[in-house]
């Protein structure tokens, strides 16, 4: 069982930045890949960005540029740093973490959530 708290939401106007922390905490955090998605009012849940054990990552062609993803091993954390934000990056954002060492884009492939975390972005 692992648990993942995110946090570091907030409210920023366009073009701003902010970085989303998920702490992850239970089994060994390494041996698993993690996975950032977001939702957004009357929408599907939808990928942003992954990264394996070993630290390689893929992002959603929408954030590419903008977003990095990273962990630290060392304190069970991985995140998200969003630059140049943009209105329609308006949603709750999920931690996700998957079994293994490859990340995936899809949201059936995650074994554990966080509750999320709202970022919203003022035009």
């Known amino acids: 069982q692992v648990q993942v708290v995110e946090s570091g939401g907030g409210l920023v106007q366009a073009g701003g930045s902010l970085r989303l922390s998920c702490a992850a905490s239970g089994r060994t955090f390494s041996n698993y890949a993690m996975g950032w998605f977001r939702q957004a009012p009357g929408k599907d849940r939808e990928f942003v960005a992954a990264i394996s054990w070993g630290g390689s990552t893929v992002y959603a062609d929408s954030v590419k540029g903008r977003f990095t993803i990273s962990r630290d091993n060392a304190k069970n954390t991985v995140y998200l740093q969003m630059n140049s934000l943009k209105p329609e990056d308006t949603a709750v954002y999920y931690c996700?973490?998957?079994?293994?060492?490859?990340?995936?884009?899809?949201?059936?492939?995650?074994?554990?959530w966080g509750q999320g975390t709202q970022v919203t972005v003022s035009s």
């Open positions: 996700a973490a998957r079994r293994g060492i490859g990340w995936s884009y899809l949201v059936r492939d995650y074994d554990y």
